[in-house]
T-cell receptor, first 114, second 113 residues
């Protein structure tokens, strides 16, 4: 059974650029959630994808968007990067309707915006 | 609006003693609470959880206590071991929110040998 994987591990971008982060969910999981963890803070919910559709969104602007593919993997896209977007981006996979403790996190992508 | 708060940024404990990590929440809709442990360069890993219908859940050295009237939960680790040194996040969820979790800011636990 493969765990949750994310790529790339680290990324450096400049203000105004666009970035795409990728997440492969754990085998058998059909739901992917994305979180942003800024330095010194806990993870903050960005949005969740189920059956290739956005299914719940946190307090993030529209320049944060995502996709889910038929194999349940997912992408997080951020346009017009700002300095405050520098953070660790975590994805978590689960099965819809499962208990909250059956949500597994990937190692994250560290994004630095200069 | 911080719905889940961990007011202690760090905690230092001697090996073999008890570690107590605290968490407060404000949203009465939360009905499930979790603790995650996070090492550097890794994602959070689930440690222990508790449903709002219970006031205690135990798993080996880890026990979580929930005081609903005070909107407070705590994680007890007994005995603490050096390998427990990590960042601990308290998180909360609700059926109405689906799989969304609301996290606290975390507490850095250092267990000294």
């Amino acid at each position: 059974e493969t765990g949750v994987t994310q790529s790339p591990t680290h990324l450096i971008k400049t203000r105004g650029q666009q970035v795409t982060l990728r997440c492969s969910s754990q085998s058998g999981h059909n739901t992917v959630s994305w979180y942003q963890q800024a330095l010194g803070q806990g993870p903050q919910f960005i949005f969740q994808y189920y059956r290739e559709e956005e299914n719940g969104r946190g307090n993030f602007p529209p320049r944060f968007s995502g996709l889910q593919f038929p194999n349940y993997s997912s992408e997080l896209n951020v346009n017009a990067l700002e300095l405050d977007d520098s953070a660790l981006y975590l994805c978590a996979s689960s099965t819809r309707g499962a208990l909250l403790n059956e949500q597994f996190f990937g190692p994250g992508t560290r994004l630095t915006v200069l | 609006d911080q719905q889940v708060k961990q007011n202690s940024p760090s905690l230092s404990v001697q090996e073999g003693r008890i570690s107590i990590l605290n968490c407060d929440y404000t949203n009465s809709m939360f009905d499930y609470f979790l603790w995650y442990k996070k090492y550097p360069a890794e994602g959070p890993t689930f440690l222990i959880s508790i449903s709002s219908i219970k006031d205690k859940n135990e798993d080996g050295r880890f026990t979580v206590f929930l005081n609903k009237s005070a909107k407070h939960l705590s994680l007890h680790i007994v005995p603490s071991q050096p390998g427990d040194s990590a960042v601990y996040f308290c998180a909360a969820g609700a059926k109405e929110y689906g799989n969304k979790l609301v996290f606290g800011a975390g507490t850095i636990l250092r267990v000294k040998s």
